[in-house]
Nanobody, 121 residues
């Protein structure tokens, strides 16, 4: 059974930074793509970033390109999301997800419980 546990969310002022972590347990972590998604109040869940199983390939939503960086440490079964230059519109619950395969084009089939990020203006 796969478990994903996010941490690192919180309240930050606009322009600030946060680093989210997602610790994975269960089946082999290093062979799967990982992703971050978010859901703001009253809105649907949206893609934020993804990383391939090796970490060599990444993808970002246009809204976060140049500000967010996804990375992974397969020795620690952990994926990270470094968020810089945060804006109030980044306020959302952030979810970690595991892909069905190693490619970033993979669908995502396991989800964490989410961590709240609030950016004040």
């Amino acid at each position: 059974q796969v478990q994903l546990v996010e941490s690192g969310g919180g309240l930050v002022q606009a322009g600030g930074s946060l680093r989210l972590s997602c610790a994975a347990s269960g089946r082999i972590f290093s062979t799967y793509a990982m992703g971050w998604f978010r859901q703001a109040p009253g809105k649907g869940r949206e893609f934020v970033a993804a990383i391939s199983w090796t970490g060599a390939t990444t993808d970002y939503a246009d809204s976060v390109k140049g500000r967010f960086t996804i990375s992974r440490d397969n020795t620690k079964n952990t994926v990270y999301l470094q968020m810089n230059s945060l804006k109030p519109e980044d306020t959302a619950v952030y979810y970690c997800a595991r892909g069905k395969y190693g490619s970033i084009s993979s669908e995502f089939d396991y989800w964490g419980q989410g961590t709240q990020v609030t950016v004040s203006s």
